[in-house]
Each structure stands twice: as C-alpha cells, then as structure tokens.
C-alpha cells in the first residue's frame, strides 16, 4: 500500500507555501511517492520534462554534463521542501541537469 503525504508537507515547500488547502489536496491527488535509492537518476539531462518533483526527505544530487562531453559535474544539493523539475514541465523544454540520490 502507497505511504499518504500529509498535506502540511507541501507547504514547507516555496512552491506551494500559502496555498489553499483545496490546492494543496488536488496537487497531492495527482502526485505519487517515489524512492529512489543509492545512485539511482530521478531524471537524466536531456530527457523530456513530464513532471515535477518535490524533495520529502533526504537529498538529491544535480549533476550538469559541460558542453565538452567530459564527465558531469555536481552543480547543487537539494533538500527536503526543495522543487525540482517545473522549469522543464513548464516551458517543454528537455531537463537542463540529471538528478540523482547520492546516498
């Protein structure tokens, strides 16, 4: 059976911070929870920005590719609260960085 996210959770997030309650549940309703595990990519740059994501706990790793081709580089660490992803929901454009769970 799935783990609920608790509505409250959202609004720690800047995102959602001082949405209505009935946002907060429609969002949730469309939402599912995932983990990922050590090394594990949530998305890879270049691929095609379907959804956004929202940090629950733990950190993700966001690693960008230079231009040269040469090995990516991490750029940030993101954190509970933290979104990631909206850009390329948004505009359609390909993710700009892959992110993964370094631990």
């Known amino acids: 059976m799935a783990e609920e996210i608790e509505p409250g959770f959202l609004l720690h997030s800047e995102l959602f911070e001082g949405q209505p309650e009935a946002v907060i549940r ?56 933290e979104v990631l992803g909206e850009l390329a929901l948004l505009t359609g454009s390909p993710r700009s960085a892959t992110v993964r769970s370094p631990e």
């Open 26 to 81: 429609a969002v949730l309703a469309q939402g599912q929870l995932l983990e990922f595990g050590p090394g594990q990519e949530v998305f890879h740059q270049g691929d095609r920005g379907d959804r956004l994501f929202v940090v629950k706990s733990g950190v993700l790793e966001v690693l960008s590719t230079p231009t040269d081709s040469s090995e990516p580089v991490p750029v940030a660490y993101l954190g509970t609260g």
